[in-house]
């Protein structure tokens, strides 16, 4: 999920965490594990093993270039098959993002949409999460 500062691609990310958590998650124990979480439930790192076949992590830690090489690499050491996270639209991030394909991962950058309205704001970041879960299913 890429985009500009303040658009809530951090918040599409944990929102698409707790799709998938509430509609994907198993009973089994080991079936997910959270790595990080910041105090206020914001920034998060975690892996589910049960979508739709695949083993997935997510990652909202975005804004930093270093967050997303450390934390991608945690994932991509876990064997995940799809990794989810956020960028920004230029700089460091972008590249951070990009260098997983040494591990043999492709990437697609998906344009954060922002509207001006909270109300009608938070409607899209749910369904951008939807969007992304689709990723599950090629």
């Not at 890429?2 to 965490?17: A, E, F, M, R, V």
Request: charged share 30%; net charge negative; with cysteine.
């Amino acid at each position: 999920m890429q985009g500009s500062p303040n658009t809530g691609k951090s918040y599409t990310i944990i929102k698409l965490w707790k799709y998938i958590l509430e509609n994907y998650k198993d009973d089994k124990e080991d079936d997910y594990v959270q790595f990080f979480a910041d105090s206020d439930n914001y920034d998060f790192v975690g892996i589910i093993t049960s979508v739709n076949g695949h083993k997935i992590g997510v990652n909202s830690r975005g804004d930093d270039f270093g967050w997303i090489e450390r934390w991608n690499k945690k994932l991509a050491d876990n064997n995940c098959d799809i990794i989810f996270c956020a960028c920004h639209s230029s700089g460091k991030t972008i590249d951070a993002v990009l260098s997983f394909e040494k591990y043999g991962y492709k990437t697609e950058f998906i344009q954060k949409k922002t509207v001006e309205e909270k109300k009608s704001q938070e409607k899209i970041n749910l369904e951008q999460a939807k969007e992304l879960l689709e990723f599950c299913t090629k």
